[in-house]
């Protein structure tokens, strides 16, 4: 198991254990997290999953795709650590990965 810090940005926190392969969308959604609204399911077209990724986790995730960027594009409140949580798979090598929703998705 993959221990994930959600965070929001008033400072509810939920430890989440997500499965090695698993999406971090997936595992924020099976434990209700507050802030990942996940409207699409996964299929990268709403974005209302984004997080914020804390450093040093960002610097250890594969590069954005092009469509995910273009996601970003219409997003609210992006930043340059803005990533999408089902764009995330959950591996032993981001055990402890801390992340923070947005003051709201779109």
Known sequence: MVQVRFKTIDGVESLVEATVGESLMAAAVRNRVPGIEAACGGSMVCGTCHIYVSEPWFGRLPAVSDMEAEIHEYG??????????????????????????????R
């Not at 650590?81 to 801390?98: E, F, H, M």
């Open 76 to 105: 609210a409140h992006v930043r340059a650590n803005s990533r999408l949580a089902c764009q995330i798979t959950a591996t032993a090598a981001l055990d402890g990965i801390v992340v923070t929703t947005p003051v709201a998705q």
